[in-house]
Each structure stands twice: as structure tokens, then as C-alpha cells.
């Protein structure tokens, strides 16, 4: 997180656009430019604003008792517990601070926290619909191998791999949201709470949510099918499965008792991967469907500029990332005793 925070700062570094033109306007005098920049710190050398960059996103940062300087932890707006003072500066525990909004003023968490569970809903449907299907086709797949069905669901998974989901999903909402939407009920753009027309009241419109989560799903379907197959080939000519079949095991007890637990170690590796890559990837989604997400509130930040919003949006991505490698390790012990065991003597 340290390394994507200063990374993330020097790329828009490289930006150059001065963002007191956001805040006071094309048109505003030199005067009122340079008066903004100073305000935010702008104005300072480029190692100094990192430093502050670092400061505020730290839970542990310094901060100055001078009352002339600017501080953003003035009551009421970010919670902080005083770890110790000196008669300059204090230390405080708190929570990690983005900045204000350029456009609306309002804090950048604020904003983010209000579209982030949208877009976690929608890539976690993704992720669902993509795991279900894709193990079903690779184990169906696996088990006709050679067959005219185990042919044609090579060939649709790389179909769905070659598809871009930003193409897959005009693709859907032509069909189904234009063309068929007498029949299906559903309409080309819309967000996962909508208000009513007479009444104004908020309701969650969950149909909104099923053409993204299947545009966003087809290439995790596609290769979590191909995944399936061939760990499940791969098993099912392992000594173990011929002998439970030598024993007079059923087909079933063989495939779903033995060799799919087996099969699925790197199925969890794929799926936890692409969790973390449907964040990033439902940006596209959710600007064809103008779907109010993360994705579409960092599109927006990025053409009016608005640049806390964009560097915060990429620090919630890498966040999220972060966690699901931790997830991956935990869902390896639960699946095989092998790992947990082995990590024990390792320790």
C-alpha cells in the first residue's frame, strides 16, 4: 500500500494541471489560483507535498498545535486519538484521510464509501454467477472428454476469453435491454437504487444488476471452465481416484466425494484473482450500463479532473487487492489440510 500511495502521487504529478483551476474556475485571476494552490499546499516543493500525501493517509501522522495551520481534525470531521505531544506537535491515531473532493467539496471517503458496496455487490454477483457456471461446464467437460460436449465447451470458453467484457456487455444490453426488452423486462442503463416516479421514494432495483454481473462474469466463466477441466483431468487419472473405483465407489461418490475437493485448489486461486480484477474491471461495465459504482464515480473524477476522488479510487482498488491475497492463503487451508499443515512445520 506504502509503494501504490507514492506511486499513485507521482503519476498524477506528471499530470501538470494545477487543481486550484478545478476549485476557482478556467476564468479565475492569477491572484485567486495562486491563493488556492497556496491554501492546499501546492505551492510547496514536490518532496513536501509527498510527505503530507503520506502524513494524511498514515493512521499514525504528525500534525502542528500552530492554529494558523491548516488541519483537517478540527471536531467533527475526522475522529483522532492523541498518542502523544511535544509543545510543536502532537501524534494522532486515526483513519486514513483522502482529501476533499475538487468538484463537490464533500470528503473523498464519503463519496467513495456511498458507490464502493455498488460495485462490490456487482462484482461478487460476477463472481458467483462465473464460479457456478464455470465448475459445472469444466467438470461436465471433463467427465464427456473427447466428446462433441466437451468440444463445444472448449470452444465457448475461448470465445469468452477472446470476448472484452466492454463488448460483451453492448452486446447484452443490445439484445436483451433494446431488442428483447418487451420480453425480458429490462432497460439499457440504470442504477442499483432508483427512485419512484410518483412518489420519490428509494427501492433497490436488483434486475439493474443482471446483465453487468453477466457481462462482467463471461471471461471469469471462461476460464474457470477451462481451469475445472484440467485439474479434474488431471485427478481423475490419479492412482487414489482408480483405486476408490476399484473398490466399487459410484461415478458420483468418485467425482464429488474425491476428485473435485482436489480439483478445486486451483479453481480458489483463480476465483480469488479475478474478485480482486472484477473491482477493477467493472470500471467499463459500469460506464456502458452507467451503473452508480466505484467505476463510474473514478470516470467521472478523471474527466473533470477531480483528483482526490481518482487517487483514492486507485488506493480502495490496491486495498481490496491486498486483502484477497490474505483471503487466498486462508481459502488454501480450508480447501487442502496439506497447506495448513505444512505451514505449521514450517512455523
Same mark, same amino acid.
Not at 447484452?172 to 429490462?186: D, E, K, N, P, V
Not at 421514494?201 to 457481462?215: C, D, G, H, K, V
Not at 483528483?307 to 490474505?326: D, E, Q, S, W
Given at each position: ?71 483537517? &481534525?478540527?471536531?467533527?470531521? +475526522?475522529?483522532? @486519538? /492523541?498518542?502523544?505531544?511535544? %509543545? =510543536?506537535?502532537?501524534? *494522532? !491515531? ?121 457481462? &462482467?462474469?463471461?471471461?471469469? +466463466?471462461?476460464? @474457470? /471452465?477451462?481451469?475445472?477441466? %484440467? =485439474?479434474?483431468?488431471? *485427478? !481423475? ?111
Amino acid at each position: 500500500m506504502l509503494g501504490v500511495s507514492v506511486l499513485v502521487f507521482f503519476l498524477f504529478q506528471l499530470v501538470r494541471f494545477n487543481p486550484a483551476y478545478a476549485l476557482a474556475g478556467e476564468a479565475a485571476s492569477t491572484e485567486t489560483v495562486a491563493n488556492i494552490s497556496r491554501e492546499l499546499g501546492l505551492d510547496r516543493p514536490v518532496g513536501a507535498q509527498l510527505l503530507t500525501h503520506l502524513n494524511n493517509l498514515s493512521p499514525l501522522s504528525r500534525h502542528a498545535l500552530d492554529p494558523a495551520a491548516r488541519n483537517y &481534525l478540527e471536531p467533527g470531521s +475526522v475522529k483522532a @486519538i /492523541t498518542i502523544m505531544s511535544s %509543545s =510543536s506537535h502532537r501524534w *494522532v !491515531l486515526k483513519y486514513p484521510y483522502l482529501g476533499r473532493s475538487f468538484q463537490s467539496g464533500r470528503p473523498v471517503a464519503s463519496l467513495l464509501n456511498a458507490t464502493i458496496p455498488n460495485t462490490l455487490l456487482l462484482a461478487l454477483t460476477a463472481m458467483m454467477f462465473a464460479t457456478f457456471c464455470g465448475i459445472i461446464l469444466g467438470m461436465l467437460a471433463a467427465m464427456q472428454q473427447g466428446s462433441w460436449l466437451d468440444r463445444s465447451i472448449t470452444a465457448g470458453s475461448v470465445m469468452g476469453i477472446a470476448l472484452p467484457s466492454f463488448f460483451a456487455a453492448i452486446l447484452l444490453q443490445l439484445i436483451f435491454a433494446y431488442l428483447l426488452s418487451s420480453f425480458t423486462g429490462l432497460k439499457m442503463t440504470g442504477n442499483l437504487y432508483e427512485a419512484d416516479e410518483y412518489t420519490g421514494q428509494i427501492y433497490l432495483s436488483l434486475r439493474n444488476l443482471i446483465l453487468p454481473a453477466i457481462a &462482467l462474469g463471461i471471461r471469469p +466463466v471462461a476460464v @474457470i /471452465t477451462q481451469i475445472t477441466r %484440467s =485439474s479434474m483431468l488431471d *485427478v !481423475l487419472h490419479a492412482d487414489y481416484i482408480r483405486t476408490a473405483r476399484a473398490k466399487g465407489l459410484g461415478s458420483g461418490a468418485v467425482v464429488y466425494r474425491h476428485a473435485l475437493k482436489n480439483a478445486l485448489i486451483p479453481v480458489i486461486t483463480s476465483v480469488t484473482g479475478w474478485l480482486a480484477s472484477l473491482l477493477a474491471g467493472a470500471f467499463f461495465i459500469e460506464v456502458v450500463f452507467n451503473y452508480n459504482g466505484l467505476g463510474l464515480e473514478t470516470v467521472n473524477a478523471i474527466k473533470t479532473k477531480d483528483i482526490p476522488v481518482a487517487t483514492g479510487a486507485v488506493l480502495y482498488i490496491a486495498l481490496v487487492f491486498v486483502l484477497v491475497n490474505m483471503l487466498t492463503d486462508i481459502l488454501y487451508g480450508l480447501a487442502d489440510p496439506r497447506v495448513k499443515m505444512s505451514s505449521k512445520q514450517t512455523s
